[in-house]
């Protein structure tokens, strides 16, 4: 009896959920909070959600402040309008309880990154010389466009809605206040939303309370040949993998690094093509090339500084590398390339091997790319190798000279179109740095690199445009791959955002060993991770390791030399719900109508209850004689 009552009452309260909340769907596109080594960034509702009436806010309004609204509120604005400035004149009010953005095409230019990116760790910074906020040490318009919003500490939640219905939705509950806050008419509607973030104060803190979890994703590497001769140089070709935006789920990074790791992936191919065709002379070469996805650079490069680190302290791949800083001839690392065909090499063209790519690289004869060097080391991955080591040469090649072109820079509008002139520009760049990399290491002076501009029109589609491309399809053999651009956002596991690297690297890198199924394996093929497939035996040469800071890595969490950002854990249930706010009139003739029916109900049972008797007599038993 309890159990069939308690499972009416179950279902009885959702049914009146279900018609008193209408939800709104927003596929979890909301601020996180995410903290460092002195302080927390980002959003977060309170525990239980938070809720209010729903108010429209224009560009009047947020000039105008709210101090006249004395009631709990929730606001609805345009997405064009989310700004720093906006944000502190929200948190100055005491009943500001979130924020629903209205997703906006009209949306064009925005970077809610910093001014000056990895501020306190490049090279020649030092966190401890940042005296008041947003104080760039170096470099401070290199991202012109930064607004630093990513970087603001909100005591309330931000959700970003999309849907156009859902759009819709929210602009038809607004129409009854106008943007001053005065009502126009009853009914109103109001919003209870709920994205409660554990983290807080900062990473000590919150690690120790168990509230967040570091960055720690991998870096993934691979050589075009075993590495027999540890002690021979390298060239280290860097590219950063993964992006950041304020939504992380929209995490793109077209012109931040997608282009430009559709550049390695095909530098890779194009010097596999050149090793296949002629192995013992690649062997031969006078330096080995390692190519390198770093996934955690988005904040203060903390991949890159783990890479750095390892290298020092010779920890760096497996037990057979034996390399170290000491090692790294030339980094080379493949900035935003996708926005210009004029190409900027910086490097302070101090060392041998950076003089001798420069001047490759500014011979070019092709008439349709162009490179300038730039003795200027702006930000960029290749700064955590000279932290460890000033004397590490290295080039940053990108198309931006003084500040970037990108002004999109970390942000969800960070996307690219794939056009015949990006993928003709970018196979003309893989083809003139691969080839300029090998000449350079003593390679064949009448060997020059060439890919297809079909693969790379196919490795721009699925970096650029969608999951559902041809080329994953094929190389993972999966036709349910979702179709939507693939977010890099510099995640605290190892999954999702880096899950088609390691397969690509491999289908660009592998070579044909030439072996049977039977003898497929490392020991006839030694230093190569081998793989039979469809009657080829492939050897390739991938490795991974974890592109946890080095701050996490000493158990360091107020380090100032090396990144401590961390992501907070979040409660499971996150919704936005909408509910209608009657009139006082309507809500107090409710009230009283409830009372009279409650009042009626109540005297009914009473007399129903008193008269028991005579009302049940009729149907009693009669009694008969045994």
């Known amino acids: 009896m309890w159990l069939l009552l308690t499972l009416i009452i179950a279902i009885s309260s959702e049914g009146i959920d279900e018609r008193i909340y209408e939800k709104v769907e927003f596929d979890s596109t909301i ?7 002195d302080s927390q960034v980002g959003c977060q509702t309170s525990r239980d959600g938070d809720s209010g009436v729903l108010y429209p806010i224009d560009e009047k309004s947020i000039e105008r402040g709210f101090e006249e609204i004395q009631t709990p509120f929730i606001g609805v604005m345009n997405a064009t309008l989310l700004t720093p400035e906006a944000v502190k004149t929200f948190k100055s009010s005491s009943y500001m309880r979130g924020l629903l953005i209205l997703e906006d095409s009209n949306v064009l230019s925005f970077s809610p990154e910093k001014s000056c990116p990895g501020n306190g760790y490049n090279y020649g910074e030092s966190v401890n010389d940042i005296k008041e906020p947003k104080q760039c040490l170096q470099h401070p318009n290199w991202n012109r466009n930064g607004n630093w919003l990513l970087f603001e ?8 809605v999309q849907k156009k219905q859902e759009i819709m939705k929210l602009n038809k509950s607004i129409e009854n206040v106008d943007f001053t806050g005065k009502l126009k008419n009853y009914p109103l509607w109001g919003a209870q939303m709920k994205a409660f973030m554990y983290a807080a104060v900062d990473t000590a803190t919150c690690l120790r309370r168990g509230n967040c979890d570091p960055f720690k994703s991998k870096n993934y590497f691979t050589n075009l040949v075993p590495l027999e001769d540890p002690k021979k ?7 950063k993998s993964d992006a950041a935006a304020f939504f992380k789920q929209l995490s793109f990074g077209g012109e931040a690094s997608a282009a430009s790791m559709v550049v390695v992936f095909g530098m890779i191919k194009a010097l596999a093509e050149i090793r296949d065709s002629d192995i013992v002379g690649f062997k031969k070469l006078d330096g080995v090339i390692i190519f390198t996805f770093l ?3 988005s904040f203060d490069y903390g991949a890159s500084q783990r890479m750095a680190y390892d290298l020092k302290k010779k920890q760096f791949g497996k037990a057979n590398y034996n390399i170290s800083l000491s090692n790294i001839k030339l980094v080379l690392e493949i900035g935003p390339i996708a926005k210009s065909n004029t190409l900027y090499l910086h490097s302070r063209a101090t060392s041998p091997s950076e003089t001798d790519l420069l001047q490759r690289l500014g011979s070019t004869t092709d008439p349709d790319i162009n490179f300038d060097t730039v003795k200027t080391i702006p930000p960029c991955s290749y700064n955590s190798f000279l932290r460890e080591n000033s004397s590490v040469p290295g080039i940053f090649v990108t198309d931006s000279k003084d500040e970037l072109i990108d002004s999109n820079y970390a942000s969800r509008k960070d996307i690219l179109d794939v056009t015949a002139t990006l993928t003709t520009t ?6 003139t740095l691969a080839t300029a990399v090998y000449r350079s290491l003593g390679g064949n002076t009448t060997t020059a690199a060439s890919i297809k501009s079909e693969l790379v029109g196919e490795l721009l ?3 650029l445009v969608t999951q559902n491309c041809s080329l994953f399809r094929r190389i993972l053999n999966r036709t349910d791959l979702p179709d939507k651009r693939l977010s890099r956002y510099s995640i605290v596991s190892t999954a999702n955002s880096t899950i088609y690297l390691p397969y690509l690297m491999m289908q660009m890198s592998r070579r044909n060993l030439s072996l049977p199924s039977e003898s497929c394996n490392s020991t006839n093929a030694p230093g190569w991770d ?6 080829t035996c ?6 991974a390791s974890f592109a946890l800071s080095p701050a996490f890595v000493e158990g360091n969490y107020t380090s100032t030399q090396y990144s401590t950002w961390t992501e907070s854990r979040w409660s499971a249930d996150m919704y936005i719900r909408l509910f209608r706010i009657a009139s006082s009139h309507e809500e107090t003739t409710i009230f009283v109508t409830g009372i009279v029916y409650c009042f009626f109900v109540s005297l009914c049972i009473f007399q129903c209850n008193r008269k028991r008797e005579d009302i049940f007599r009729g149907s009693q038993p009669e009694e008969t004689d045994s």
């Open 31 to 37: 601020c996180f909070r995410m903290t460092n080594h």
């Open 153 to 160: 500490d909100i005591p309330f939640g931000i959700f970003l």
């Open 233 to 239: 140089p390298v060239v280290l070709v860097i590219v």
């Open 295 to 297: 996934h955690g650079d």
């Open 426 to 431: 970018i196979t003309k760049v893989i083809n």
């Open 461 to 463: 589609e699925c970096y």
């Open 530 to 535: 081998t793989k039979f497939v469809n009657g």
């Open 538 to 543: 492939y050897g390739t040469v991938l490795n």
